[in-house]
């Protein structure tokens, strides 16, 4: 099989020559409209610091976000820029009304004053330094990302036909080969699909321009096109990098689901980088362990997976909470350490931003 494919760890070894470390490259996490995912955001910059990363995070924001929510950005050390929305001229389809702001993702390619970035989501959460992909050889008109998790075994009902286990990028993987040897990325097919959740890229002013001139465009079959797109940055990073982007391993983008949908390939040490897709940790707060259990576990919650404690292969059914009880569960366990941490330090917007979080118990 033909195909664009690599695995960033082949690449850790020459991060020390100086062609990469005089490299200027950043992590950039998109925050608009509302402060919702500021909780989100603080622990991915936790997680980023915790494991030694050597890249600033850049939080872009657009113009209707408040004072106080880039205070509290700033204020946690994080650099705050402001970019312009980008909405398409004509129809959109989209399957959930918080995507509707995802276009404007696409200005990450006017970060023009690095020579590499990484667009990274504002719910994904470190478990390891990753600083390796941004060491990866990448030409100026490709990008790198995983696929797009298709299997789709809760059968929601939005879904195209063919998301199905056995058109999912990841399904051919097993095991440690599916990080030594990442299924390549196809020009057509199922097998194009990425996740946007995570992409490395080099910012251009040249791409961004193609980017503004197809969204804006009046022209009939640009407009089809992109009427046909559910997941706006993501649908316009496959279409416009198609046969040219490059496939890096799950362990980089891990949703959350992949921990009881793939089990030919999922494991919790590999993990790199946690994407907490759909339902978001911070809006359901696990119950506390009793004293006796802190002691025992060195944990402040309770992980009360149920009948998913050794599931790999199935659908989350009607317990999605139980579903995501292990994952969910490492994000709160990071949350603590943080706020703790901000407490000490003298951060002064703690209260506001656990206000953003689940504050009852049940």
């Given at each position: ?145 995983t696929f797009a998790c ?111 949908w793939h089990g030919n ?98």
């Amino acid at each position: 099989m033909t195909g664009l494919a690599l695995n960033p760890l082949d690449y850790i070894s020459s991060s020390s020559s100086s062609s990469y470390t005089t490299r200027k490259c950043a992590w950039v996490v998109f925050l608009l409209t509302t402060p919702s995912y500021l909780p989100g955001i603080l622990v991915l910059a936790y997680t980023l610091r915790k494991y030694n990363s050597k890249y600033p995070l850049i939080v872009a924001i657009n113009p209707s976000i408040a004072a106080e929510t880039i205070t509290a950005l700033e204020e946690y050390g994080l650099e705050v820029r402001m970019v312009q929305p980008l909405v398409p001229r004509g129809q959109i389809t989209l399957i959930a009304e918080r995507f509707v702001d995802t276009w404007t993702k696409a200005a990450v390619f006017g970060f023009d004053d690095y020579d590499r970035v990484c667009l990274i989501d504002g719910d994904m959460m470190l478990k390891r330094n990753m600083d390796e992909i941004f060491d990866i050889p990448l030409k100026e008109d490709q990008i790198a990302a995983t696929f797009a998790c298709i299997c789709n075994l809760d059968k929601s009902s939005w879904a195209p036909a063919e998301w199905t286990r056995d058109n999912c990028g990841f399904a051919p993987s097993h095991g440690s080969d599916s990080i030594t040897h990442p299924g390549p990325a196809q020009p057509t097919g199922t097998h194009s699909l990425l996740n946007s959740g995570l992409v490395v890229l080099t910012p251009s002013q040249l791409v961004l321009q193609r980017i503004y001139e197809l969204v804006e465009s009046g022209d009939k079959n640009d407009q089809e096109r992109i009427k046909e797109w559910s997941f706006p940055d993501q649908d316009l990073f496959a279409d416009l990098f198609r046969g040219k982007w490059i496939s890096i391993p799950w362990i980089y983008n891990s949703i959350k689901t992949m921990r009881y949908w793939h089990g030919n390939f999922y494991n919790d040490h590999d993990v790199r980088n946690l994407h907490y897709i759909c339902k978001k940790p911070w809006k359901y707060r696990p119950k506390y362990n009793s004293p006796e259990e802190y002691e025992r576990t060195g944990n402040v919650y309770k992980v009360e997976a149920g009948e998913y404690a050794q599931v790999k292969d199935n659908d989350v059914g009607l317990n999605e909470r139980e579903a995501d009880a292990v994952t969910h569960g490492w994000w709160w366990e990071e949350y603590e350490c943080m706020l703790g941490q901000m407490r000490k330090n003298g951060y002064g917007w703690c209260e506001f931003v656990d206000n953003l979080t689940d504050r009852g118990q049940s």
